[in-house]
């Protein structure tokens, strides 16, 4: 039985993993860590690591940017592997992450989705067959509730892109304040937010008479408690090092 220490456990994601849990065989919540004690849950629930008493074997963090160092912290002083699921981390963050790769095995993707990844394939192929003649369109929308825009699969999407094609593309957000005509060395970046939208991904590739667009729609939060979770479990064993999701798939 692995057993996980859950961050952000009484978030939404948080809780989405812990009912899926609950009926898994191979996995279980050892415990969990939140800034909110106050939510009842069948596992103890810490908001200081220096009270975690229960052992892990591979934590999954679903929480906020802030509290990545104290999960940092955990992993180094317990040794324990980590899937870093959150998104809206600073670039000293993610150099954070990078540096504990070097002694532990981490899990670290902006989307947990098996779908997204494979539109990740998709759109890199697109990108290398229809540079130069399309321009680049990412739209992603989300519910009212997110915080960080553009997405953190906006962006892992856009980066796909970019290593794709030869010449480095400017990332343009939302055009607000550009007063000027596209460029064809741009991708635009826009964000949507509304409702309780689970999460969308759409790319468009524009061209003169001719429009190619590629789309994932997530309708439950469920699609990536599942990824993580499949995550976690890869995590396993595994040598330090930094992993993904096309590397999962592969597997």
Known sequence: MINIALFGCNGKMGQVIANILNTDSDAKIAFGFDINCETKNSFPVYDDIRNIKEKADVVIDFSHPASLSKIIEYCKESKVPAVIATTGLSDKQLADIEELSKSLAVFRSANMSLGINLLINLVKKAASILEGKFDIEVIEKHHNQK???????????????????????????????????RSKNEIGLHAVRGGTIVGEHEVIFAGNDEIV???????????????????????????????????????
Request: net charge negative; proline share 4%.
């Open 147 to 181: 915080i960080d825009a553009p997405s953190g699969t906006a962006l892992m999407i856009a980066d796909a892109i970019s290593d794709t094609l030869t010449e480095k593309p400017e990332y343009v957000y939302d055009r607000h304040s550009v007063r000027k005509k």
């Open 213 to 251: 667009e590629i789309k994932h729609t997530a309708m439950s939060k469920e699609v990536f408690a599942e990824g993580a979770i499949k995550a976690a479990k890869f995590l396993i064993g595994k040598p330090a090092g930094m992993y993904n999701m096309a590397q999962l798939i592969e597997e």
